[in-house]
């Protein structure tokens, strides 16, 4: 059976596209010249903005991405159509017209605050020939994609004629377009194959006040009706996402923590176009659009989120099955650099956990207290052989990595085969690493790669060797 990561879909993005462009400083003075900060610019960063948000969530979930769109014969359209090509996307159906300005937004940033924005742009809607000659560039390609995305962010690209020629050619080539709407009138996306406004937007387009369920199916199926789509769908930020196929159905988010919400909706559609191009159910769908949005609200920022970060994400939520938390090295070498980018607190204990018993499940549970991400080293059957002696272990490497990867206090499991974890603590570099009460003034393998070391004592009389003499002596 095929999953997600098996995939690579062609997907193309329509829409407007920008550069979100910021200056970072500091500020510790007023001018001497009128009553405003000065800042003292330290650095400058700038990311796809719009549409481009969307590409780049595509890109990071493994899709095949092109985008038609309008900007201007200008420096700040070269420098977009750089940063395009910089992550392999497809520019060909991007269409320069005269006098029209590239979107840039300059954000000045100073002490983690924005205190000012300008904007250079256009956004006016495109003139006529821009739209016949996109038209026109997808009337062969068009049924080379998996999912075509229409991004509305209102700058003038998507107009009426536009946005329904293209739905028109894209169902005559059974192609799916998924609309992230923008405005209070949605007749322009009619046809499509689903929208996912959110729930304000959804309340201004139906002119119906979403309070309960009853409401809220209602105004599905008024978008549902109007707009001749397949599946209507509205996001409804913490409460998850709503959709209505043959009848209305929740699906609840799956956020833990949520430290900014910008560019969540890119996120969600990108999801929802890369699961859909896999031909997975609504169902699926909205499960996997509600994982990848519980990702990138816990980042700051607009973010994008990857394959492994949802899995990863899933696995942690213990949504699935215990093969999903047992790791190579090298795959927790790289999950381990992701939470730490995001700021978790990585802690590390190991041993045989040869037969299962409370004594384990106490410690383990201690040990996770001291951080946000548990990963247990795991001996060997080999390791344990050398270690306890040739009557163990009891239970082979394999299983002894299920069990311990279904608590719910262990994140991650990885196997080693040396005695000792020296090269797994090495590598994962953990904040915390725990050890037993019994290693009270013994040298401890790995603290030079560690933050902190933790002693957590043993509960009294719950050992894997009492529990074999036990079932010996019976």
């Excluded at 959709?243 to 559609?269: H, L, N, Y």
Aim: net charge negative.
């Amino acid at each position: 059976m095929k999953t997600l990561k098996d995939f690579t879909p062609h997907i193309l993005v329509v829409g407007d596209l920008m550069i979100d462009h910021y200056l970072w400083g500091s500020c510790d003075r007023i001018s001497p010249e009128a009553p405003v900060q000065v800042v003292d610019i330290a650095k400058e960063t700038t990311v796809l903005g719009g549409a481009g948000n969307v590409i780049n969530n595509l890109n990071t979930l493994g899709a095949k991405v092109s985008v038609a769109s309008v900007i201007g014969d200008d420096e700040n359209g070269v420098e977009l159509i750089n940063m395009l090509h910089s992550i392999d996307v497809d520019t060909t159906n991007i269409t320069i017209q005269d006098g029209r300005k590239t979107s840039k937004k300059s954000r000045v940033i100073a002490v983690s605050q924005q205190i000012l924005r300008y904007d250079k742009e256009s956004k006016n809607s495109i003139d006529k020939n821009s739209q016949t000659k996109i038209v026109n560039s997808l009337k062969d390609s068009v049924k080379d994609y998996d999912v075509v995305i229409l991004s509305d962010y209102g700058k003038g690209v998507l107009t009426d004629e536009l946005s329904q020629s293209i739905i028109t050619l894209a169902n005559e080539n059974g192609v799916k377009v998924l609309v992230d709407p923008k405005g209070s009138d949605f007749s322009k996306y009619k046809g499509a194959y689903l929208l996912t406004p959110n729930k304000k937007e959804a309340i201004l387009a139906t002119n119906i006040e979403i309070k309960d369920d009853k409401s809220l199916e209602k105004a599905l199926l008024k978008l549902k009706d109007e707009c001749d789509l397949d599946i209507s769908l509205i996001t409804l930020s913490e409460d998850g996402i709503a959709t209505f196929d043959k009848e209305m159905q929740k699906f609840p988010t799956v956020a833990k923590e949520v430290f900014d919400v910008t560019g969540a909706g890119d996120t969600v559609i990108a999801s929802i176009a890369f699961a859909i191009s896999a031909n997975k159910s609504i169902d699926e769908v909205a499960k996997f659009s509600n994982l990848a949005a519980g990702v990138v609200v816990g980042k700051i920022g607009s973010a994008t989120v990857s394959l492994e970060e949802i899995f990863e994400y899933e696995a942690s939520l213990h949504k699935t099955t215990s093969d999903a938390h047992i790791k190579s090295f090298d795959e927790i070498k790289e999950i381990v650099k992701r939470y730490k980018e995001n700021g978790k607190k990585v802690v590390f204990t190991n041993g045989c956990f040869d037969i299962l018993h409370v004594g384990h499940v106490k410690y383990l549970q201690e040990a996770k207290s001291f951080g946000d991400i548990l990963i247990v080293g795991l001996n060997s059957d080999a390791s344990v052989k050398r270690l306890k002696g040739e009557s163990r272990p009891i239970n082979i490497a394999q299983d002894r990595a299920y069990l311990l990867a279904a608590l719910e206090a262990v994140d991650f499991v990885v196997e080693f085969e040396d005695d000792t974890p020296y090269e797994l603590i090495k590598m994962v570099a953990p904040d915390t690493l725990v050890k037993g009460g019994d290693y009270e003034g013994k040298e401890v393998v790995g603290t030079e790669f560690s933050g902190e070391l933790k002693l957590v004592q043993f509960v009294d009389g719950k050992s894997t060797t009492k529990t074999i003499e036990k079932i010996q002596a019976n």
